[in-house]
T-cell receptor, first 112, second 112 residues
Framework: NASVTQTPKFQVLKTGQSMTLQCAQD?????MYWYRQDPGMGLRLIYY???????DKGEVPNGYNVSRLNKREFSLRLESAAPSQTSVYFC???????????FGEGSWLTVV | QQQVKQSPQSLIVQKGGIPIINCAYE??????FPWYQQFPGKGPALLIA?????SEKKEGRFTISFNKSAKQFSLHIMDSQPGDSATYFC???????????FGTGTRLTIIP
């Protein structure tokens, strides 16, 4: 089955530590996204990539960096984690029209 | 900036009832309105979508009603079942635009 795979599923970090969330899709999609989901806030776009080698800031990019390694992979890096970055992170992908966005199963990140 | 307002935040309905979730948008240029369904521990998945050239769209037990003049749209679930218990997100964008603006989500519980 076609899918968006993200790792790790769960992670606990100490304030100031760094980590990278990995994401890969096997649907040959051009566009990839990183969202965060917080209670009462819905899904907020962190970063977006329309194609390999291009990235664009979303609604809440501060404290994050991304890398579109190739067409399949899009990683999200926290350079110096803060408690405010405790959240569930979703990677997603779509064809360029964006009419259907396919989400991964999420990565639960806790920063203590 | 919250451009899509969703209500209620949570909803409990008895089996067989018709839960209704409402969304209002601000940007009059938006012309694509999808709904996503998210089960616990999973990523959101596209449920149904509408464009403003029609006032209603049905897919099985799910119906979107759209009121362009009021800038509102809603999701109705006919003959609701416990298996419909999930979080529902409305969203809006320009058709073909890859960046969706999501509502804050509604946690729906269908009790037997």
């Amino acid at each position: 089955n076609a899918s968006v795979t993200q790792t790790p599923k769960f992670q606990v970090l100490k304030t100031g530590q760094s980590m990278t969330l990995q994401c890969a899709q096997d649907m040959n999609h051009n566009s990839m996204y990183w969202y965060r989901q917080d209670p009462g806030m819905g899904l907020r776009l962190i970063y977006y990539s329309a194609s390999e080698g291009t990235t664009d800031k979303g609604e809440v990019p501060n404290g994050y960096n991304v890398s579109r390694l190739n067409k399949r992979e899009f990683s999200l890096r926290l350079e110096s984690a803060a408690p405010s970055q405790t959240s569930v992170y979703f990677c997603a992908s779509s064809y360029r029209d964006g009419n259907t966005i396919y989400f991964g199963e999420g990565s639960w990140l806790t920063v203590v | 900036q919250q451009q899509v307002k969703q209500s209620p935040q949570s909803l409990i309905v008895q089996k067989g009832g018709i839960p209704i979730i409402n969304c209002a948008y601000e940007n009059t240029a938006f012309d694509y309105f999808p709904w996503y369904q998210q089960f616990p521990g999973k990523g959101p998945a596209l449920l149904i979508a509408i464009r403003p050239d029609v006032s209603e769209k049905k897919e099985g037990r799910f119906t979107i009603s759209f009121n362009k003049s009021a800038k509102q749209f809603s999701l109705h679930i006919m003959d609701s079942q416990p298996g419909d218990s999930a979080t529902y997100f409305c969203a809006a964008t320009l058709f073909g635009n890859e960046k969706l603006t999501f509502g804050t989500g509604t946690r729906l519980t269908i009790i037997p």
